[in-house]
């Protein structure tokens, strides 16, 4: 790329926000110093990294380490949590792109048609429009892992975690079927491959994180740990990670005590965070697409079937984020508004009455601190 390109992307990555999440991953090295033609996807780079960040804050949103900037952002170190971070950056980036291509947004790709007219199984057979995960899959890989050029100990454990993000999102693919017959018998189907809600891929990847894999960095490979407090199912041998456990994410240092603010490595610790118990309401927008706490952040993403599972997890995040990290649960009450009453105005427009309610608000503090 000539020094002019370099300026002017340079100048448009710093000046808007939604641009400054490429410098999150290795995507910005490429884009700046690869060939002019990988700037058409810029916009699109963009948008799966902001997707990422989206997904992580809320795939960690009642857990100790929830996905702050300071060490998103910044963080050198090679823990569980940036496998994390790596893997659903990678994600998000082939989400985007494969979305993106199969809708005619990128220019000389389109749906992925090649199995097209062919059986697919009893009663239905491939046609309509598959999302183009090979096309996805491939020019994610070329933006982010061409750039890597080393092979420390970092280095492999990213280009691992990319790896095991993008297998996440192909593990979740889904057929989605059109019926056709007379009246509606559905006497033949017709399917196409189809992206899974990237709410979906988020929780895939967050399994993966509870069953990440500690490794060594032994002459330029990934090893399995041998230290006896990281042995498991795996056994004592120290194994090549190999390609049937790709899928898997790997890190190679424990993770500091999220617990006590350690703001030389970005750690703001659980004290005044909000968390709830069991019991606890939860407040309802009528105009959002799925239900939200206070203070949950991100209401506009769709549910998924692991809604239930995270609701169960922020009703113990009381006992997470406060009484395991030897802090007391501090409770208020609050009244808040909110939209209720809503009705379709024809046309076209929701009105709502105004309501308030007192609701119980808790906080994690300190042991005997007084405000």
């Known amino acids: 790329m000539d020094t002019r390109w370099s300026v002017v992307l340079t100048i448009f990555m710093c000046c808007i926000p939604t641009l400054r999440g490429i410098l999150w991953s290795p995507a910005s090295n490429l884009l700046l110093s690869g060939s002019k033609g990988h700037l058409r996807y810029i916009g699109t780079v963009s948008s799966g990294i902001d997707k990422a960040v989206k997904e992580c804050r809320h795939q960690f949103k009642w857990d100790r380490w929830n996905c702050p900037d300071s060490t998103v952002y910044n963080n050198p170190d090679a823990n569980r949590e940036m496998s994390f971070v790596q893997a659903i950056a990678s994600a998000g980036v082939m989400y985007s792109i494969t979305r993106n291509c199969s809708e ?110 500690r490794v060594d960095f032994i002459s330029g490979r990934l090893i399995d740990s041998n230290r006896a407090e990281d042995r498991g199912p795996r056994g004592s041998s120290r194994d090549q990670v190999t390609a049937a456990s790709r899928r898997d994410l790997v890190f190679l240092n424990q993770s500091p005590d999220y617990c006590r603010a350690n703001l030389s490595i970005g750690v703001a610790g659980t004290a005044g965070r909000e968390c709830f118990m069991k019991g606890d309401e939860q407040i309802v927008d009528p105009l959002a697409t799925s239900p939200s706490a206070i203070g949950a952040g991100d209401s506009s993403s769709s549910s998924s079937p692991s809604s239930d599972a995270s609701d169960r997890w922020m009703k113990q995040s009381c006992s997470r984020l406060c009484m395991s990290c030897g802090m007391e649960v501090r409770t208020t009450r609050v009244t808040v508004t909110t939209s209720c009453n809503c009705n379709f105005v024809w046309c076209c427009s929701v009105k709502c009455d105004t309501c308030r309610r007192t609701v119980v608000k808790r906080i994690c503090q300190p042991i005997g601190f007084k405000r």
């Open 104 to 213: 005619g947004v990128l220019e000389n790709c389109g749906c992925d048609d090649t199995q097209n007219k062919k059986p697919g199984g009893d009663g239905w057979t491939w046609g309509g429009c598959s999302d183009n995960v090979r096309f996805g899959e491939r020019t994610s890989t070329d933006i982010m892992d061409a750039s890597e050029k080393s092979q420390d100990a970092l280095t492999v454990m990213r280009l691992h975690n990319h790896e095991a993000g993008r297998r996440a999102v192909k593990q979740t693919i889904e057929r989605t079927c059109k019926c056709h017959g007379v009246s509606g018998s559905c006497t033949m189907q017709t399917c196409w491959k189809q992206l899974a809600t990237f709410r979906s891929i988020g929780a895939q990847i967050k399994r993966k994180y509870f069953k990440a894999v």
